[in-house]
């Protein structure tokens, strides 16, 4: 029996739910904070083995509606990071305790449903949904990443020119460190060079990275002080290691090969890990079926298919739990190889033939 696509509101209930139950944490403490945390750190595992995956909806169908739910979820990211950071840092009535518990339901949000948001909406072709995606990355201290992923990590993944495709055998810890620095310097590379040729106009949008990020520090400093820099800051890196984390693991070890002319081989299905676990799909937006949107990076989120496991590799483990696992080296490193020889030696049968 074929699986049913998600609807669109099993989409919107998955990834709005949290928001809810942190406004009230942060009004009321207590339960509703360990809700939102459970909800993040724990239900997404469970509820993921419990219920089959589902397809992706028809190609040809509009989702109007989805734009609708990316943009709530950009608003609700420029909300929740403020006001997070003053039930953290300022005169919140939350205990030591809550406010950690806040910290943390708040991180994984930000970086398993806003970062998914705003990955949706720096792909769209309307520009204020464009704009709002990069806002959330500037908000994150993040913003290079609305140019790099387009510019470098779509056009490279898979390569050595691309910084965002961890080696085989190549922790997460070192690979963060090249990531970040490449993924920045490389960003601005590509628009440089777009302005040098005269494909884009206007004032270079790193300027507006470094300027909105440096704006996001200050009204942290306004709400809170040093505590409140250092609370927004903390929380932007929380996010940032989650974006990291997932470019780590939906690329670690697959290659693209060069062809006779020296180019690389055009990016395909095989070029990205996947998951089939329902709830983290539903939450992260459909991010954990990664190969379809390498190679159709247009397409809505509601729309990718989870490719077949012999087209495309696939991770035993739902992305968030392997993202924690990738989090000690070596133990990452031991669990995943078995899964990339298996996946390699398919692959060599395959063009043997």
Sequence with gaps: MQPRPLPLAGFALAALLPLPLLALGVTLGGGWLWAAFLYMAVLTILLDQLIPLTAGADEGMEFPAADILLVSLGLGALTILPVATWAIAGDSPLTAGERVLCFFATGFWLGQVAHPAAHELIHRPRR??????????????????????????????????DPNTARAGEGFYRFALRAWRGSFLQGLRAESDLRARGSRLGLHPYYFYIAGSLSALVLAALIAGLPGLLAWAGLALHAQSQVLLSDYVQHYGLTRLRQPDGRLEPVGLRHSWNTAHWFSSALMLNAP????????PGRPFPALRLPPEGEAPRLPWPLPLACALALAPRQWKRLIRPHLAKWQAAEAKQSAR
């Design 128 to 161: 204020e949904l464009f704009r709002l995606g990069a806002a959330v990355y500037v908000a994150l201290l993040f913003g290079q990443h609305a140019s790099a992923h387009r510019l470098v990590h779509h056009r490279h993944v898979g390569s050595a020119e």
């Design 289 to 296: 079926r990664h190969s379809d949107h390498h190679a159709h």
